[in-house]
């Protein structure tokens, strides 16, 4: 069974401090990692893909991938206000499939 | 790169009526694009997955009478539902993947649909 799992929070963090967000998901098969941010009432918007094992770090975000534990994270840093949001960790099995989703994690960052 | 455009944003229809939503990946070609809808609150709901050219698989639970999808080319797929009722009031989103990239999919803006 395809699952994607992350806490649904809400993850309450200071602004400037780091904010971790975790996933985890069911599929050894799985292929591409994603990582979208949603602030309420908008669409989804994609903010990091990670393919190999290791971090991959793109300004003050950084995703983690460890598949032989199945675990996906991303860390903010410095976090802003602004990154209040919930964030989607979605995942490619394999082939030209749909992305399966986990529910998504409320983040918010208190100034 | 990698914009999707959704249009109306926004749609209000009478019960009974027909809606059309269109979706276009603007700067790359999309052979599979992807429609979900999202109610106040919950989670992404996939509807079904279009691949240029053929017909549409639909999700389990999807009316495929009712939402019907056209992907006639490499930058457009519309998503019209039929006979709309109020219950299917929604923030309707689509989403189309590039055949360039590593299977990244990017979403449009979203389509908020209120039937009266």
């Known amino acids: 069974q395809k699952e994607v799992e992350q806490n649904s929070g809400p993850l309450s963090v200071p602004e400037g401090a780091i904010a971790s967000l975790n996933c985890t998901y069911s599929d050894r098969g799985s292929q591409s990692f994603f990582w979208y941010r949603q602030y309420s009432g908008k669409s989804p918007e994609l903010i990091m893909s990670?393919?190999?094992?290791g971090d991959k770090e793109d300004g003050r975000f950084t995703a983690q991938l460890n598949k032989a534990s199945q675990y996906v994270s991303l860390l903010i840093r410095d976090s802003q206000p602004s990154d209040s949001a919930t964030y989607l960790c979605?995942?490619?099995?394999?082939?030209?499939?749909?992305?399966?989703f986990g529910k998504g994690t409320r983040l918010s960052v208190i100034a | 790169g990698a914009v999707v455009s959704q249009h109306p944003s926004w749609v209000i229809c009478k019960s009974g009526t027909s809606v059309k939503i269109e979706c276009r990946s603007l700067?790359?070609?999309?052979?599979?694009m992807f429609w979900y809808r999202q109610f106040p609150k919950q989670s992404l709901m996939l509807m079904a997955t279009s691949n240029e050219g053929s017909k549409a698989t639909y999700e389990q639970g999807v009316e495929k009478d009712k939402f019907l999808i056209n992907h006639a080319s490499l930058t457009l797929s519309t998503l019209t539902v039929t006979s709309a009722h109020p219950e299917d009031s929604s923030f309707y989103i689509c989403s189309a993947r590039s055949t360039a990239s590593s299977y990244e999919q990017y979403f449009g803006p979203g389509t908020r649909l209120t039937v009266t």
């Open positions: 990670i393919y190999s094992n």
């Open positions: 979605a995942v490619k099995v394999r082939g030209n499939t749909p992305l399966v």
């Open positions: 700067d790359f070609q999309a052979t599979t």
